[in-house]
């Protein structure tokens, strides 16, 4: 089935959600507050945004790209109160190449992207 690029946003989100939260708990984190603040480094659509600018540059397949394109350049559904709907799309578009890789069942490939995802955002923390 070909899901539209919001679709794709809404499971990838939720995906992205919870491989932060699992790789949170590996580093040890163990108290709910903390592990929240945290997890909205990663999670915030800054932050997504942040994660897909690098990713394109090499690391995404063509056809990843094109999946990304496809969440970007959906019609939002709702507008952001915390940033502007550049970033928003572009978080929208990362969440999109997220749920593609969950829901074709490309494992080895969503946890590549997570990792690398993940390694982007501590790096620019620093």
């Not at 690098?54 to 709702?78: C, M, P, V, Y």
């Amino acid at each position: 089935m070909m899901y539209n690029g919001q679709t794709l946003a809404y499971i990838g989100d939720a995906i992205w959600e919870i491989r932060i939260r699992e790789y949170l708990l590996t580093k040890g984190l163990t108290k709910v507050n903390d592990l929240h603040k945290t997890a909205i480094h990663f999670t915030c659509a800054t932050g997504e945004a942040k994660a897909v600018a690098s990713l394109l540059t090499g690391f995404l397949r063509e056809e990843e790209i094109d999946l990304f394109k496809r969440g970007r350049n959906a019609e939002a559904t709702h507008h952001p109160k915390a940033v502007d709907l550049a970033t928003y799309h572009q978080s929208t578009g990362f969440e999109a190449v997220i749920g593609a890789l969950y829901l074709e069942h490309k494992e080895e490939r969503l946890t590549e992207v997570v990792i690398e995802a993940i390694r982007i955002l501590e790096q620019a923390e620093q």
